[in-house]
């Protein structure tokens, strides 16, 4: 007789780009998947512009990397100045892989493209539905919903994912532990329109003796603009701005990382696991590559080991993203002038790029 094939039920709290993942993935590999978010709709604004090659190889498979490939602008190189003061280029475009190039695309623009395909196979997000409770057993979880047009109700599913952010309701109901702090400076970011020497196929990053400042193409000659002290309208060093911006904001930086990610039924993905500085654009890209990994253990099997596995990789991401701010933050002039010797000298070489260029392609953790 024929093994029987049992379908998984998933419950996905959250609807950002890493349950939007989830959902897609699992729903294609055939569980049956719910998701639900507490907002009434998915973001607007631009948020996580990065989209990075791990991510690409993931979203493939489910047929989604070429949708987010047209609708983003490519990013070949990343120049490094010490001021005004030209000091290296990375080729990023020289990487030996198909996808030889980042992605920027609003995060907005990403969601919009996940909840479209997640639409396309019958599946729609249950928008202002948060989760208020859920208990779970060796079979089953029970999760409580609130719904704002209607009665509480509990529904139950094999596996409840929580890719609910960094104030996740399922990492406290679970109780595990979110150990690290707060970076020592808030980061303020603008998205604008400049007239200057940025190209749009390249991010650039001013190093100062009081700050770093990166700007990142956003296609159509709009940049955005971030910095590690506040008001980086007035701090952009070449060219000028045109206009006023699209999006600004001020935001504080955590590096954190939970005791673990889950456990028996109920499991957690990106922001909800992990938190570090936006320093390599990981965020929310760890968090897709948590969610597709996750949806395939669900379906496959290998779920007791996905926590210490994803556990090793986002410890190794936030300890990266951590140095990576270090180094564009450093105070001391001394060391400011070996960094600075560092990225004339030896950044250019190209036995050097060939390191550099998986990571900060997110290829290696």
Not at 100 to 108: D, E, V
Not at 206 to 230: S, W, Y
Not at 250 to 264: E, K, L, M, P, T
Not at 293 to 320: K, P, W
């Given at each position: ?240 701005i045109v206009g006023a911006p699209g999006w600004q904001t001020d935001f504080a930086s955590s590096h954190r990382i939970v005791d673990s990610y889950g456990a028996g039924r109920v499991f957690l993905a990106g ?95």
């Amino acid at each position: 007789m024929a093994a029987t094939t049992v379908t998984p039920s998933v419950l996905v709290v959250g609807a950002g780009p890493v349950g939007l993942a989830a959902a897609n993935r699992l729903a294609r590999r055939g569980a049956s998947v719910r998701i639900i978010d507490r907002n009434a709709a998915r973001t607007e604004l631009s948020k996580a512009l990065a989209v990075n090659v791990r991510t690409l190889e993931h979203l493939e498979r489910c047929g989604l990397s070429e949708r987010l490939i047209a609708a983003g602008q490519r990013i070949n190189r990343m120049r490094l100045f010490r001021g005004t003061e030209h000091l290296a280029s990375i080729h990023l475009d020289r990487l030996p892989h198909r996808h030889n190039y980042l992605i920027s695309l609003p995060q907005s623009e990403t969601e919009r493209i996940l909840e479209e395909d997640l639409a396309s196979l019958g599946i729609s997000v249950e928008r202002e539905t948060p989760l208020t409770a859920f208990e779970a057993d060796g079979e089953t979880v029970r999760a409580t919903l609130a719904p704002a047009a209607g009665e509480p109700t509990t529904v139950a599913a094999d596996y409840l994912i929580g890719a609910d952010g960094a104030h996740s309701t399922v990492r406290k109901a679970l109780g595990v532990g979110f150990p690290g702090g707060r970076h020592e400076f808030k980061w303020n970011l603008a998205d604008v329109e400049i007239d200057g020497p940025y190209g749009d196929d390249e991010v650039t990053m001013h190093l100062h003796p009081a700050h770093a400042m990166l700007v990142i193409p956003m296609g159509r000659r709009r940049f955005r603009i971030v910095t590690t002290v506040p008001d980086a309208l007035s701090r952009l060093p070449m060219g000028r701005i045109v206009g006023a911006p699209g999006w600004q904001t001020d935001f504080a930086s955590s590096h954190r990382i939970v005791d673990s990610y889950g456990a028996g039924r109920v499991f957690l993905a990106g922001d909800a696991a992990h938190l570090h500085s936006p320093a390599g654009g990981r965020g929310m890209n760890l968090g897709i590559e948590d969610a597709t990994v996750l949806a395939d253990r669900i379906v496959d099997g290998g779920l007791e080991t996905y926590s210490d596995d994803r556990r090793r990789v986002g410890q190794s991401i936030v300890a990266q993203t951590d140095r990576m701010l270090a180094m564009a933050t450093l105070r001391h002039p001394l060391g400011r002038a070996v960094r600075d010797l560092v990225l004339r000298h030896l950044i250019p070489t190209e036995a050097v790029q060939r390191r550099l260029r998986p990571r900060l392609m997110g290829i290696a953790d």
